[in-house]
């Protein structure tokens, strides 16, 4: 199974130098060949692909005035432009926005692949560095396992960090369990368990709020362009890290308790992306990591050996009875406990839809059933089933 670790490193003052030229390179070949793609584009009707802005990349290592690109390692920058190769890929296929050009504030990366590093007794030799990152090592790589692609990544808060991807033949799967458990996402409390408990979300952007937004007022008073502007974005950044950080170490922190103690995990298949168009929830959303918290899921199910199931999103999870299956017609977000009409049974909106959950995880993994109701389907969905269930088998 391929894998990557993330490490953090403190680049000497040579290697930094040489690190940001490198960056700097990539980001400059990479918006030039999307401009020399949108240009042939717009202009001429005509697709520029891989091949074409390799040779353009080699033209330009003659230039006079781009001779700095020969005093970094080739790898990298032409590995930017098969990002970029894939960034069009992705773009024609429907699965992302056109690409936009990268900018210096972002900080950036660069690739190395085998040809442009050593790795020698555990420690990383990057092309045109004499000495090895000083890699801050929080875990090993397995033993019989060597990085086959290194990338370098500044962050625009100034962090250095190095990601090892490497093939991993070890064996994790831990041992099965007879438990499963359905998760129904949140904001008040990040994740309901179908056992009815209750995790609670830290909401770490409101703990950094009023410091970020006295950051963010002083760096829009800055003239751009200015030593004192770099200094307040510096600021905004590392404060945004230090959310992100938080962030995520709790995410990783609970979907590993959740693998490890349950064999069946069911969630939903939200759509984020369209949840936060809604003004009103939009930051409270974004600081949940719901898109963030499944990813890790999925990742560490196939690690360790367990099952992820993604039921439908618009199955009425919240809206229906777990007891005897009635289903509500409305349910507004700030009703958070019901009585069934039915049967008369009290539910807590959260654990009767983290129950149903599980309910329908269980079925789709035995059965593979679709579970959309027809409430939810297009005219042109309804009218395709309707005739498919009046076809005649062919005798």
Not at 58 to 67: A, P, R
Not at 130 to 147: A, F, N
Not at 383 to 393: D, E, L, S
Request: hydrophobic share 30%.
């Amino acid at each position: 199974m391929e894998k990557a670790y993330r490490y953090r490193f403190y680049p000497t003052i040579e290697q930094e130098t040489l690190l940001r030229r490198t960056i700097g390179c990539v980001r400059l070949v990479f918006n030039k060949a999307l401009a020399a793609r949108t240009e042939g584009w717009y202009e001429r009707q005509e697709r520029v692909d891989y091949v074409q802005t390799s040779a353009m990349l080699t033209n330009w290592k003659k230039e006079e005035n781009l001779q700095f690109l020969n005093e970094v390692s080739s790898v990298p920058l032409q590995q930017g432009l098969r990002h970029l190769q894939s960034a069009f890929s992705n773009f024609f296929a429907g699965r992302a926005k056109y690409p936009n050009f990268k900018k210096k504030r972002n900080g950036g990366s660069a690739e190395f692949t085998k040809a442009a590093f050593r790795w020698k007794d555990g420690q990383v030799y990057l092309a045109k560095c004499s000495e090895p990152l000083p890699i801050k090592w929080s875990r090993q790589l397995p033993t019989v396992c060597e990085p086959t692609t290194i990338t370098v990544k500044l962050e625009p808060s100034g962090r250095w960090f190095v990601s090892l991807r490497f093939c991993d033949p070890t064996d994790e799967k831990l041992e099965p369990v007879d438990k499963s458990v359905g998760l129904d996402v949140g904001i008040s409390s990040l994740v309901t368990l179908s056992t009815g408990e209750k995790i609670t979300n830290p909401k770490g952007f409101d703990k950094h709020y009023r410091k970020l937004r006295k950051a963010q007022k002083t760096l829009s008073r800055r003239q751009k362009g200015s030593r004192n502007r770099d200094k307040a974005r510096l600021k905004v950044a590392r404060i945004i890290a230090k959310i992100s950080d938080s962030r995520i170490d709790h995410l990783h922190k609970l979907t590993t308790r959740l693998v490890r103690e349950n064999q069946t995990i069911a969630v939903e298949d939200l759509a984020v992306k369209n949840m936060v168009k809604n003004p009103k929830l939009a930051r409270a959303i974004s600081d949940a990591s719901w898109g963030e918290f499944v990813r890790q899921l999925e990742y560490k199910t196939k690690w360790y050996g367990r099952t992820l199931v993604k039921i439908d999103r618009w199955f009425p999870s919240s809206k229906r009875c777990g007891s005897c299956g009635h289903i509500l017609e409305r349910l507004p977000l700030n009703v958070r406990e019901w009585h069934c009409p039915n049967c008369g049974t009290h539910h807590d909106r959260d654990i009767n839809a983290a129950r149903n959950i599980l309910a329908v995880g269980h079925t789709v993994t035995v059965c593979g059933a679709n579970i959309r109701p027809d409430g939810h389907k297009s005219k042109g969905q309804l009218q395709n089933t309707r005739k498919g269930r009046k076809q005649k088998p062919k005798s």
